[in-house]
């Protein structure tokens, strides 16, 4: 199973990106789906998360500017990010736990490699 992100990139301040992260392999189901960032010499933290029934939840930090959505017939959750601040500048990495029945069968976490956003004049 891989997660690939993708949709990063250099914006300014106000501005907006979308970020799509899509899982592949041999995945029966997939349970909670969510979005971390890490900025320079801090620790990750959570963005937002969003359950397989559409539960929604958000950072403080972003409520109100950032969406989080997700297309279960594509295995593949977004976010939105409107309104972008210099502080939202980060590596932002795509979460999700999904079952697989192959190999050892059970329920993992996973990671996607990390996609740099860039806030900045």
């Known amino acids: 199973v891989q997660l690939q992100a993708s949709g990063g990139g250099l914006v300014q301040p106000g501005g907006s990106l979308r970020l799509s992260c899509a899982a592949s392999g041999s995945i029966f189901s997939i349970n909670g789906m969510g979005w971390y960032r890490q900025a320079p010499g801090k620790q990750r933290e959570l963005v937002a998360t969003?359950?397989?029934?559409?539960?929604?939840d958000y950072a403080d930090s972003v409520k109100g500017r950032f969406t989080i959505s997700r297309d279960n017939a594509k295995n593949t959750v977004y976010l939105q990010m409107n309104s972008l601040k210099p502080e939202d500048t980060a590596v932002y990495y795509c979460?999700?736990?999904?079952?697989?029945?192959?190999?050892?069968?059970?329920?993992?976490?996973?990671w996607g490699q990390g996609t740099q956003v860039t806030v900045s004049s």
């Open positions: 979460n999700a736990v999904i079952v697989v029945l192959t190999g050892t069968p059970g329920r993992y976490e996973y």
């Open positions: 969003i359950s397989s029934g559409g539960s929604r």
